[in-house]
């Protein structure tokens, strides 16, 4: 089965650090999502690319995340300054969109990367 | 905006019983409706979706559910649970940002169900 790969999967860092975190959708997939996970907020959405170009990213803290798609195989979300409130699983997810077929396709998630901020 | 709630943070069944979880969402237009599982450490499958025609679904696993406009719900069911099955179950609803059937998922905050042998 294809899948949408995360790496790395666990990452502990100390507060302050640049974190990057890297999703590979799946082949042929034009769409990707970016996720947060805590036990607090739940699954958050932070951004969202079509084409490589991003749709939305108001779900991330501006001053502190950017997320990019230097090619259309990798997708990156980076933290710098780390802090500790940053500590959550993030998922990536991948789709095939705008195909015109209604209800044929879902979204595959990634592993996702378990991120620690100490 | 949408939204949708699960009113059950956890439920327990035991082995071979039936089950229901419970979604209701809030959209103001005919909503999309999935559910999806999540196994620890793992990240989200999709189990079933609705998107039109026949409000009963049917998804892997087994599992099905019904989408009932008049409640604002989409409720999940098994007839007969599997230890297996004990996971984080998510219900999201689906809001187009393109045409052709593209959507963004807002999720609930799951359902953690416990099966007993």
């Known amino acids: 089965d294809a899948r949408v790969t995360q790496t790395p999967r666990h990452k502990v860092t100390e507060m302050g650090q640049e974190v990057t975190m890297r999703c590979q959708p799946i082949l042929g997939h034009n769409t990707v999502f970016w996720y947060r996970q805590t036990m607090m907020q739940g699954l958050e959405l932070l951004a969202y690319f079509r084409n490589r170009a991003p749709l939305d990213d108001s779900g991330m803290p501006k001053d502190r995340f950017s997320a990019e798609m230097p090619d259309a195989t990798l997708a990156t979300l980076k933290i710098q300054p780390s802090e500790p409130r940053d500590s959550a699983v993030y998922f990536c997810a991948s789709g095939l969109t705008g195909t015109g077929r209604m209800g044929n396709y879902g979204y595959t998630f990634g592993s996702g990367t378990r991120l620690t901020v100490v | ?117």
């Open chain 2, 1 to 117: 905006a949408q939204s949708v709630t699960q009113p059950d943070i956890h439920i327990t069944v035991s082995e071979g019983a039936s089950l229901e979880l419970r979604c209701n969402y809030s959209y103001g237009a005919t909503p999309y409706l999935f559910w999806y599982v999540q196994s620890p450490g793992q990240g989200l499958q999709l189990l079933l979706k609705y998107f039109s025609g026949d409000t009963l679904v049917q998804g892997i696993k087994g599992f099905e559910a019904e989408f009932k406009r008049s409640q604002s719900s989409f409720n999940l069911r098994k007839p007969s649970v599997h230890w297996s099955d004990a996971a984080e179950y998510f219900c999201a609803v689906g809001v187009p940002f393109t045409s052709g059937g593209s959507y963004i998922p807002t999720f609930g905050r799951g359902t953690s169900l416990i099966v007993h042998p």
